[in-house]
């Protein structure tokens, strides 16, 4: 009592996450340590992926039922979860997984005909996996989900969109709530996105000299299964951040990847994984 706390960390995630990044570029002197679980930070992109994933799987022929994301799932967890050596039901590093979604087909040998998955399910689960591309330039506009996260991508399938990326559209891009967001044009439109919402709701600044200076530590965590944010972004922003710095960040600022890890916690389709965001306070002071 009657003294100043001698360390000052704040714990934040998903849109928090993105907020956290922003305290360290504007107010570095606030904190001594940022804790930013699955940050949303790159928003305007973010939302983008949603948009991507609801067209691809908008039709009665391209949806993805939950029954066929389970399916996919247990699959993909079959062919990769002894990677690291361990059978735990948990995919360990989804990079290192090299599963061939074609193998569920109709048709294809091995498959079940009454669980499969059609030509065009196969090609929504390829997009999803990809990513959504400039139409024109083929540049990626946002990493796509890895192996190991299916069973979680129902949320993928319109609800997100619905939520995020159309009332962006219709009202930071197009200032229109008439529009439709099944118009919106994967070469065109994409500048619109991010000259007219990216100010808005980015915080992908790289320049982070200020907090690095007064000593502040930046924590960030990513579950290997988020149904909201792929998976790779944090990892890209932090390469992104070396770039900046010409090297080695790890004296302020730390990426752990957590495997079965959700969207703030452990995902539902990995119920051996324990809650792991509790114990990573102590690493930041």
Not at 37 to 53: D, K, R
Not at 86 to 112: H, M, Q, R, Y
Not at 227 to 256: E, R, Y
Request: glycine share 10%.
């Amino acid at each position: 009592m009657g003294k100043s706390p001698r360390r000052v960390i704040i714990r934040v995630c998903s849109t928090g996450g993105a907020q956290g990044f922003a305290l360290a570029q504007y107010h570095p002197e606030l904190f001594d340590g940022i804790i930013a679980g699955t940050p949303g930070n790159w928003y305007s992109h973010l939302a983008l992926s949603f948009q991507w994933n609801a067209q691809k799987t908008s039709t009665n022929s391209s949806f993805l039922s939950q029954a066929l994301l389970n399916l996919t799932g247990k699959a993909v967890l079959k062919a990769c979860d002894a990677l690291d050596g361990v059978e735990d039901g948990v995919i360990e590093n989804p990079l290192k997984c090299d599963f061939d979604i074609t193998s569920l087909a109709c048709g294809a040998e091995g498959a079940k005909s009454s669980a499969c998955l059609t030509e065009e399910q196969i090609k929504a689960a390829k997009a999803i996996y990809a990513g959504p591309v400039n139409a024109q330039t083929g540049a990626q506009l946002y990493p796509g989900f890895d192996f190991g996260s299916e069973v979680e991508w129902a949320l993928q399938e319109g609800i997100l969109s619905n939520a995020f990326a159309v009332p962006i559209l219709q009202n930071l891009v197009y200032d229109d709530l008439e529009y439709e967001a099944e118009r919106f044009n994967w070469a065109s439109d994409v500048k619109d996105a991010e000259e007219k919402a990216g100010g808005f709701i980015d915080e992908i600044a790289v320049d982070l000299t200020a907090f690095r200076k007064r000593g502040g530590k930046l924590l960030v965590t990513q579950g290997w299964a988020d149904p909201f944010n792929a998976a790779t972004w944090p990892i890209q922003h932090m390469d992104q951040i070396k770039d900046f710095f010409g090297g080695d960040i790890s004296d302020f600022f730390n990426l752990f990847m957590i495997p079965g890890g959700d969207h703030c916690g452990p995902a539902s389709s990995y119920p051996s994984v324990p809650s792991t965001y509790h114990s990573v306070p102590h690493l930041v002071s």
